[in-house]
């Protein structure tokens, strides 16, 4: 039987994160889930995705909102954890696949077969790199960085007990400044193929 894979991927806004992690999926033939994965919960689910979207990767807010008998009347956390369970569940049927951000890298924790990622890059290559993306000045593309990342980070640390971008809470975090997108992705494939083989060996991947 094929070995289960999970390769979560958190990132900085414009770091190339995305890029890697679409190219991680097609190198090792994996489903990959970014913002499509809460279609695939609204589809599951025959909920309105467009309604679920407003929701989407929103921190907790303790002070308007609260949890009664295990629901909460927070829109946003109910979209969290909808998404939340959604991936435990593919987990725990065995599949495998490639998830960017959603807190994977907490939430999917002890799940055989998980390598967890988080990609960074020099300011001056991302503000470049979202210039071009995004065609905005370098004041705006810095400002929307920031932006970014704030939100990210609000949204990561309101639901997991480690914190975004913290190195000890990944298995690996990695500049792609350095190496560049295409040989950043050449290191995490290599580097993944040998997690395979040793954990493999190891029993501590799952078959």
């Not at 991927?9 to 995305?18: D, P």
């Not at 077969?113 to 300011?123: A, K, Q, R, Y």
């Not at 810095?142 to 990561?156: F, G, S, T, V």
Request: charged letters at 30%; hydrophobic letters at 35%.
């Amino acid at each position: 039987m094929q070995k289960q894979l999970i390769i979560s991927v958190g990132r900085q806004f414009g770091s190339a994160g995305h890029v890697i992690a679409k190219e991680l999926a097609k190198r090792f033939d994996l489903p990959y889930y970014d913002s499509n994965l809460l279609e695939q919960v609204a589809r599951a689910k025959d909920l309105d995705h467009d309604e679920l979207k407003k929701y989407d990767e929103q921190p907790k807010n303790k002070f308007f909102h609260r949890t009664v008998r295990g629901y909460s009347s927070a829109p946003e956390e109910n979209v969290a954890y909808m998404q939340f369970e959604y991936l435990k569940t593919m987990a725990k049927e065995g599949k495998s696949f490639v998830i960017v951000g959603r807190c994977s890298e907490d939430i999917l924790r002890g799940t055989k077969g998980l390598i967890t990622l988080f990609i960074v890059s020099n300011e001056e290559d991302k503000i470049k790199r979202v210039m071009e993306t995004d065609v905005v000045s370098k004041e705006k593309a810095l400002a929307l960085m920031k932006k970014e990342d704030a939100k990210r980070q609000n949204y990561h640390d309101s639901f997991c007990k480690g914190k975004w971008g913290d190195s000890s809470n990944y298995d690996l975090l990695i500049n792609s400044s350095f190496l560049g997108i295409e040989k950043t992705t050449d290191f995490l494939e290599e580097y993944i193929k040998t997690r395979i083989s040793i954990e493999g060996a190891s029993k501590n991947f799952s078959f």
